[in-house]
């Protein structure tokens, strides 16, 4: 654990250092290829860092913030675009914007925001979940499945929650929420769109979709433009998920965790094109049938695709071990 500390640190050293000179060299270069050009290096660099990690949890949370989102931002600031344009007036919101998959809240009093009492449930919930693993040789397939979809639900949020307190706390601004309750979402579309992993959607939305649907709008009709652009950001989404597998599992990817999300981008594009339909406008699924067959269609395919190459790579062992080393070793520092 001190040795990941210590990469740790040199990782966060290198990352500072390399948004700085963006925010001061970069910044000064016209919007455009050009730009991009010069943060390139930076891009490269943030391909590296999960590397530096040999547990999952670090190189995952790396290739996460720095390889994906990061150089995603990177990408659309090159051009005058994405979560850091307009630009953040210093230093410290640049690095902490660009870093940290958050987003700034243009409501703050939006309905999205859990209670705290929700989220001390979920904090609850994720350490009973822990102690579930011991007796995880009694559970059947289906329990299982359950079990690791929790598992890495809560994880994401309660992991990101921590991160953007820790955000709040530093720069005193509204940030937008990461969820927004998944398990109650009454379409692909929802889910997706409006409920799931919301950073992710918000970057994938002005770097792969609206240039796509933009310029496939020269070839073809709006509704196949607007079909194409979703099937393209659920395989760019695949691609990058593969990436962050390898950095994690240490294995050339299988292609199985694009074909979750290609299955996904078609499904939700097929939704999308129905409900414009003149019909489909009349009438109206009950969310009491149209929840649990959104929430069993994303769990039974990602047990399908999703987890398959985590479990023969032994993630699901690692995981909850990882979690209850690193509360010893900071009950070990702290009392």
């Known amino acids: ?7 740790f640190i040199k990782v966060w050293v290198s990352t500072i250092i390399s948004v700085s000179y963006c925010y001061y060299i970069s910044t000064r270069i016209k919007p455009g290829v050009l730009r991009l050009l010069s943060v390139l290096p930076v891009i490269a660099l943030f391909l590296l860092l999960p590397l530096f990690f040999s547990s999952v949890h670090f190189s ?3 290739a996460f913030f720095f390889t994906w989102l990061a150089n995603f931002k990177l990408i659309l600031f090159s051009f005058d675009k994405g979560p850091l344009y307009p630009l953040p007036p210093n230093l410290p919101r640049f690095i902490f914007f660009t870093c940290f998959p958050i987003k700034s809240q243009h409501n703050p009093k939006s309905q999205n925001e859990i209670p705290k009492w929700v989220f001390a449930i979920k904090v609850l919930s994720f350490g009973v979940l822990l102690r579930m693993y011991d007796y995880k040789q009694h559970m059947s397939p289906a329990m299982l499945l359950v079990l690791y979809s929790l598992h890495i639900y809560l994880e994401l949020e309660i992991g ?3 991160v953007k307190s820790l955000v709040f706390i530093s720069l005193g601004c509204d940030l937008e929420p990461h969820f927004n309750e998944p398990y109650l979402a009454t379409s692909l579309q929802d889910f997706w769109g409006r409920r799931w992993n919301l950073m992710v959607t918000a970057i994938l939305r002005p770097a792969v979709y ?3 649907q933009r310029i496939a709008q020269w070839k073809m009709s709006s509704d196949h433009a607007r079909f194409l652009a979703v099937l393209a950001t659920f395989l760019v989404s695949g691609a990058v ?3 962050i597998f390898c950095y994690i599992t240490h294995e050339m990817p299988t292609g199985e965790v694009t074909w979750f999300f290609a299955l996904h981008g078609v499904f939700t594009a097929a939704e999308v094109a129905v409900k414009k339909r003149t019909f489909m406008r009349q009438w109206k699924m009950s969310a009491m049938v149209s929840r649990p067959l959104t929430v069993g269609f994303v769990v039974l395919t990602t ?3 999703f987890f398959p190459p985590l479990i023969r790579s032994g993630m699901f062992e690692k995981l909850p071990n990882e979690v209850l080393l690193f509360i010893d070793f900071l009950k070990h520092k702290l009392l």
């Not at 654990?1 to 990469?7: A, C, W």
């Open 210 to 212: 609206d240039p796509v």
């Open 241 to 243: 998920h593969e990436l």
């Open 1 to 7: 654990m001190e040795e990941e500390i210590k990469n």
């Open 303 to 305: 047990g399908w695709l």
């Open 160 to 162: 990101l929650m921590l």
């Open 60 to 62: 995952g949370a790396s």
